[in-house]
Structures are given as structure tokens and as C-alpha cells.
């Protein structure tokens, strides 16, 4: 079973930068998608960028060119750099796995949640 910790959220002022990390424990298959995505206030969870095990990544269009994923280099720790912070940035973000434990099933785990706050 595969758990999901989160950490590195806080308080930043816009234009500031935050890292989270996300460390993975339990059966990590060779081959999975992790990610990040977030809930703001008032809104649904969305996705923010993900990270396929050779490296290819994703973006939300909203945060191109500003937040960077990157693997540890065990894949077991997953980062978000996050640059050039602005107020809608605001939200509780989750760390995401995705794995298939058999032929027939698609297992999808989620962290516990580190909030990011951005407010002058």
C-alpha cells in the first residue's frame, strides 16, 4: 500500500516562491504518474502538473511557465517549485499517486493536503 505525505506549504507574498515535496512510502511500481493538484475556496479540486516516471510532465495552463515538477532520485519524493506567487494561487494542495496493481485495476492514493497561502 502506497502512502502520501506532504510538506513545505506557508504564508509567501506575491511574487515570492515555495517548494513542496511529497514523499512516497510502500510498493512504488516501476511505472506510475504522480502530481499535484489544488482546492481554493469556493472551488473544485483541479490539476496542476504531474510527472510520468521517465519525466514527462504536465501543466495547468494557469500555471506554465511559473510552477516546476521534478522526481527525487529514488522516485519515491516528488517536488513543486512554485514561482512568481500570486493571490489566486491560494489553496490547499494534494499530492497525487496512480498506479496499476494488476492488469485490472487503475489505484489512485492522494496525501493528506499542505496549504499555501498568498497575501500581502
Known amino acids: 500500500q502506497v502512502q502520501l505525505v506532504e510538506s513545505g506549504g506557508g504564508l509567501v507574498q506575491p511574487g515570492g516562491s515555495l517548494r513542496l515535496s511529497c514523499a512516497a512510502s510502500?510498493?512504488?511500481?516501476?511505472?506510475?504518474?504522480m502530481g499535484w493538484h489544488r482546492q481554493a475556496p469556493g472551488k473544485e479540486r483541479e490539476l496542476v502538473a504531474s510527472?510520468?516516471?521517465?519525466?514527462?510532465?504536465v501543466y495547468s495552463d494557469s500555471v506554465k511557465g511559473r510552477f516546476t515538477i521534478s522526481r527525487g532520485n529514488a522516485q519515491n519524493t516528488v517536488y513543486l517549485e512554485m514561482n512568481s506567487l500570486n493571490p489566486e494561487d491560494t489553496a490547499v494542495y494534494y499530492c497525487?499517486?496512480?498506479?496499476?496493481?494488476?492488469?485490472?485495476?487503475?489505484?489512485?492514493?492522494w496525501g493528506q493536503g499542505t496549504l499555501v497561502t498568498v497575501s500581502s
Open positions: 497525487k499517486w496512480a498506479g496499476k496493481p494488476n492488469f485490472y485495476r487503475t489505484l489512485e492514493i
Open positions: 510502500g510498493s512504488i511500481f516501476s511505472t506510475n504518474v
Open positions: 510527472i510520468i516516471s521517465g519525466g514527462t510532465t
